[in-house]
């Protein structure tokens, strides 16, 4: 009988499950909306109503080994998630167990980028790296630690916030309350007041002008990019160099043998790997230099947090 | 018949060797001058002789399970000094295994301060503890980070330079050839520099105008902090602001239990850890708020390194 997991990506907007085999296969898939639940409790209802129609379906032919949930302030060791600021559920929620008694299955959680960092080192090209660091560039910036071959969890469960280490502590105000955090300027909002820092600071001509400041993205800015438009190559320079000092930074720290770069900005390919290894290699210690690889994801975008939340069954020594 | 391992701690000085007992008693030890040896041929040949001395001496009475060294720039995986620049022999030097050879005892090696981690860990106190950060406050800046109970060696065996963290990219120079590392501000050396920088820069009375430039020593900082000199008040704040973020930043990625800071600076006591919590909890990103407890290490100041060097053998599997 084949082994099956439920990954379960719980986002600010949609809820993405799907179940996948443990060579990293999604047999089928489906989301919806999490606005519809107000409580927790009417989520569960939900959600484990959709399972057990699952668990129903394949009973005959598979073995469901547990579920993972990526979510957001996702703590893995009680399984709650935590004062999510993007969540209409306040304060401590124990998903993990509340949805283990629905189902009579193991429930494991933490938070996405660690959920992606597992499902890189299982399914993606960190495969046999036992050093390594998960980089998710999305609307903020995810990151998941592996050292020794170990997801690295923290005393609390919530490590691996490298979106939230301080470039410039007279910086950019960010919605943690703190100046200057790297993923106000390196992640796809970030190159979006950077770009519009720049209209506003020079005259210098770009065809970025000609967009409305609050329908500029990193989508247009990736676009005028490659159209040589001065604007957006200086825009995607400056990304890249706080991100490469700031993973220079993190390389001290646990020295990984790849770094790798996963979602919408990292899409950018050479605009923004290049310049990105420019900056890192610039400002490595000389003992990490020309040793470290900065590598795409090998994770498919779309799938990927799904992907990373059934990882963490797999990666399960239960 | 009771185990031994015998802890080695090289300096750019000194080198430090001592008999330490499972549970971190040092029975005896010695140290002699390093600048004698001008090839590591004619060290290997010295140390080995005073080692098998100890053997022959303890051969009736002990068992010895293996001889650890921290050296500066030692990489634990081939058990090297590589590239060590304040050591004579240049190039990358297989102290382990030369040692090994000559005294048929396992040897490991890794940088002395990933060592004073290992020696918080099984002597001091970070016992029981798996998450944690050891900061060693000397000339320079040394860390070990402990995650999931095992230290962070990194890919390559060099991890924990949190001393090379950079803190201002266009900040004081450092001895490593880049700009603004942590060390350059909060070390012995560091605090002698914003001394300097503020006296140069100021004309705020000070009883440090009294000490010739050349012989303004962390010390006499120190000293004149006590007696409640203005200047060197804020010069142990700017030394604790910069540490301050610099440890928060850490704490993002690998969110330990405990930070333990051991070393000359470290025995200012309140005068630094004061301001240093102050600014470590303000830089805190909210998840990690007063979660994080900031200690005095547990080991003892003079043998620290050789406790941690000797802590090695303790810690290996094999």
Redesign the interface.
Known sequence: MKKLAIGIDIGGTNVSCGIVTNDGAIISKFSFPIKDFETIESFIVYLSEEIKKILEEYKATAKFTGIGIGAP?GNYYNGSI??APNLKWKGVIPLASMLSKETDLPVLLTNDANAAALGEMIYGNAKGV??FIMVTLGTGLGSG?V??G?L???????????G???FD?NGRSCN???KGCLETYSSASGIVRTVKEMLLNSDEASILRKISLDKLSSENIYKAALENDAVAIKAFDYTAYVLG?ML???V??????VIFLFGGLANAGDLLFKPVKTYFEE?L????KN??ELKPSGLPENDAAILGAAALVWNSKQ
Chains 1, 2 share one sequence.
Not at 152 to 162: K, P, V, Y
Not at 252 to 257: G, W
């Open positions: 302030n935590e004062y036992k050093d630690f050292a020794n170990e690295i969890l923290g005393h609390d469960g919530f490590a691996g916030e490298l939230h280490t301080i502590p943690c309350g703190r000092i220079a930074n993190a001290a720290i646990t020295s990984p043998k400002h210690l000389a003992l990490y040793k470290i």
